[in-house]
């Protein structure tokens, strides 16, 4: 147990709609990332919080958005929904606000656009 | 552009059946090499950090060394619970952006 812990752990939807998956860091952890993992992109990074700000962005869409609460805990919210938004969206926790490359994932959130 | 490959895609051994996986890395100014393990359905979990060439790391039955364009990952006998994808990852472009490959997905057999 990495205690990242990330809610929901499967959710289907349909297109054009939206979601938000949340994530709860390590306790200590300021730091929050968010990363897509698909079939044909690997583990894509898309977004850094550390301590409610954002720190570093990865190839995230217009689409996508995050942002981290005063409790740390953070959001991840994808709206106007495609099909290739199917993916697993996990969300990693470290302690400070530059990496050390040790990252602790959460077990993921499984989205199915259908 | 900053980039990682690894091969193979796939790896099946045999218990006890010795191996290495491959991580080639392209980065401007590498800040560390890191090694991860993935599990169906899991998380990735850390396994080691490798900063400079000739280093090398172990845990258990796994083995990374680094050079200045790769790093391997040596199996030794291997036993089925090591099943599992490796998966190895870079900094990109400052300490916060770590880009990973795609994977080895190994399978090792009874």
């Known amino acids: 147990d990495s205690g990242v812990t990330q809610t929901p752990k499967h959710l289907i939807t349909a297109t054009g709609q939206r979601v938000t998956l949340r994530c709860s860091p390590r306790s200590g952890d300021l730091s929050v990332y968010w990363y897509q993992q698909s079939l044909d992109q690997g583990l894509q990074f898309l977004i850094q919080?550390?301590?409610?700000?954002?720190?570093a962005k990865g190839n995230i869409l217009e689409r996508f958005s995050a942002q981290q609460f005063p409790d740390l805990h953070s959001e991840l919210n994808l709206s106007s929904l495609e099909l290739g938004d199917s993916a697993l969206y996990f969300c990693?926790?470290?302690?400070?606000?530059?990496?050390?490359?040790?990252?602790?994932f959460g077990e993921g959130s499984r989205l199915t656009v259908l | 552009e900053d980039q990682v490959t690894q091969s193979p895609e796939a790896l099946r051994l045999q218990e006890g059946e010795s191996s290495s996986l491959n991580c080639s890395y392209t980065v401007s100014g590498l800040r560390g090499l890191f090694w991860y393990r993935q599990d169906p359905g899991k998380g990735p979990e850390f396994l080691f950090t490798l900063y400079s060439a000739g280093e090398e790391k172990e845990k258990e039955r796994l083995k990374a060394t680094l050079t200045k364009k790769e790093s391997f990952l040596h199996i030794t006998a291997p036993k089925p619970e090591d099943s599992a994808t490796y998966l190895c990852a870079v900094f990109s472009g400052g300490y916060n952006k770590l880009i990973f490959g795609a994977g080895t997905r190994l399978a090792v057999h009874p």
């Open positions: 919080y550390y301590n409610g700000e954002e720190r």
């Open positions: 990693a926790s470290s302690v400070g606000r530059e990496g050390t490359g040790e990252l602790f």
